[in-house]
């Protein structure tokens, strides 16, 4: 196996779990994100000699967050995939076990990461799941370092608020 | 603003954290390499030199269009048409028109059949009928005849273009002879459906030499088979549909839940509409199994695909 593939492979398994983790909170569905990791690691293939070993893992974090914001604005996505992943939205039907506990847990933060605006969820994304510094996130985004403390404070009040209001909604409904 | 008290906060915190644990789908990282390594392929074939005959083919179109461009450029209204009123009429445009449009239309001709993967191309000669038996384990078709292609498995749910390699994986089934069919499996799908299916490279293949298709498939549930000529196609893709695309030939095939050998001729297929002309297998675009969305959810194998011979 050349040595490029060998690196290429080792950059997938560091960074395949980051990459799609990203997708899912960014607003992709499970199956519209294991797309979407093979287009970005895509992108990474093709300027794989550009892209220095240390700069990998923020140049994927950048690609993914524009593959993703791509995909939710295309009209194949909106016509398409909003229909399909049913089970990641809230549902206020009784759970049966606690594996869809877990899973109505993520479909509740989904709902509330959707309430925030794009930007904000972008740094609260990197810097509160992904618990990226505050520079490695200045670096994927473009932005000073200011402005993401500012965004992420932003985000995270907001995203308290929704995640209250969805909770109370959901013990209303029980 | 009402601050969130403690067990808000905590709340929130789990949901975090569980999101921050949160896996990826098993062997994601395997099947991204897979799909990694079959776009690759399809870019090297994509930057392969033209065989020899096709190149000597390109030489002749492109000697042809320039003879013909020397003809439209020199030739005088009236002067030496055989064909007297339709040449004077165009001589008359031509001579209307501006010196870029006279040329444009023998040169997108050119250009056209330049393009046109079919020219030149040899048919199969109908007598190496095997298709994939899926033994060798990748996801190309058998290299007979001249024939290349990649199996790929396309759901609604992928983006247009994504669609990933598929593998054979080992039957349930399997004998030291026969050990790997192909295998899709999925759930409730409300579109257009999913389809296994490969194209044909260049995206022109003549299986005139051959009378249908034969193959071994297991379900239960119902496919559709499909060789798609070019003309139903869109261009974009490869093909040179310019309207009522996607209307390819099929013939519907009710699937048991053990292996069967089916046969399919050219002449039993159907395409949706009245009187459609037969299937012209001269110009096979690709070969697709189709699945439609009210046969979802879907468990279908494959396996053995051949041309079936006269």
């Given amino acids: ?36 990791s093979q287009d970005v690691f895509w992108v990474l293939a093709q300027r794989f000699e550009d892209v220095p070993e240390r700069a990998q893992k923020s140049f994927l974090v950048s690609t993914a967050l524009r593959v993703a914001s791509d995909r939710k604005h295309s009209k194949w ?3 398409v995939s909003a229909g399909l992943d049913v089970e990641a939205r809230v549902s206020d039907a009784p759970l049966p076990d606690e594996a869809l506990e877990i899973r109505r847990a993520g479909a509740l933060l989904d709902e509330a990461l959707a309430t925030l605006e794009e930007f904000e969820r972008s740094v609260f994304v990197l810097a509160e799941l992904e618990q990226m510094t505050r520079a490695e996130v200045a670096e994927v985004l473009g932005i000073p370092e200011g402005t993401v403390a500012s965004r992420l404070k932003r985000a995270r009040e907001s995203l308290e608020i929704a995640v209250r209001r969805l909770r109370s909604r959901s013990r209303a409904v029980r | 603003m009402k601050i969130p008290d403690d067990d808000e906060r905590q709340a929130l915190e789990r949901l975090l954290q569980a999101a921050r644990e949160e896996a990826p789908p098993p062997e994601l990282g395997e099947r991204v390499l897979e799909k990694l390594a079959y776009r690759a392929r399809l870019e090297r074939i994509a930057v392969l030199p033209p065989r020899r005959s096709y190149r000597a083919a390109a030489w002749s179109l492109a000697l042809l269009a320039a003879g013909v461009l020397l003809v439209v450029l020199t030739r005088k209204p009236g002067a030496d048409a055989p064909i007297a009123a339709e040449q004077a009429a165009s001589a008359r445009k031509a001579a209307a028109a501006p010196a870029g449009a006279i040329a444009s239309v023998p040169a997108q001709q050119s250009a056209r059949l330049a393009n046109d993967p079919c020219v030149g191309r040899a048919p199969g000669a109908g007598s190496q009928p095997l298709i994939d038996d899926f ?51 999925g759930g ?53 549909c310019e309207a009522d695309c996607y209307n390819p030939h099929v013939a519907k095939i009710e699937l048991e839940s053990v292996w069967r050998t089916y046969q399919v001729r050219w002449s039993e297929l159907r395409q949706r509409g009245i009187g459609k002309p037969a299937l012209d297998a001269r110009h096979l675009h690709s070969l697709a199994f189709l699945i439609r969305p009210e046969d979802t959810p879907y468990d279908v194998w494959l396996d053995d695909l051949r041309f079936l011979q006269r």
Avoid at chain 2, 144 to 155: D, T
Avoid at chain 2, 198 to 226: E, I, L, M, N, T
Wanted: net charge neutral; aromatic share 8%; charged share 25%.
């Fill in chain 2, 188 to 240: 409730q799908l409300l579109d257009w459906g999913a389809t296994v299916e490969f194209d044909f490279r260049p995206a022109c293949y003549d299986a005139s030499k051959y009378v249908g298709v034969s193959f071994q498939a297991r379900g239960p549930g119902r496919v559709y088979v499909a060789p798609r000529e070019r003309s139903v196609i869109p261009i974009a893709e490869g093909g040179s």
């Fill in chain 1, 77 to 79: 996505h909106r016509s």
């Fill in chain 1, 1 to 36: 196996m050349p040595q490029t593939d060998l690196r290429l492979r080792a950059a997938v398994s560091n960074h395949v779990a980051l990459v799609w983790r990203v997708l899912r909170r960014t607003g992709l569905g499970p199956a519209d994100a294991e797309d979407a």
């Fill in chain 2, 135 to 185: 033994e060798d384990g990748d996801d190309e078709i058998s290299p007979l005849e001249g024939r290349a292609g990649f199996w790929r498995w396309a759901r609604e749910i992928d983006a247009p273009g994504t669609a990933p390699a598929l593998i054979p994986v080992p039957r349930p089934d399997a004998t030291r002879a026969n050990r790997l069919a192909q295998h899709v499996k």
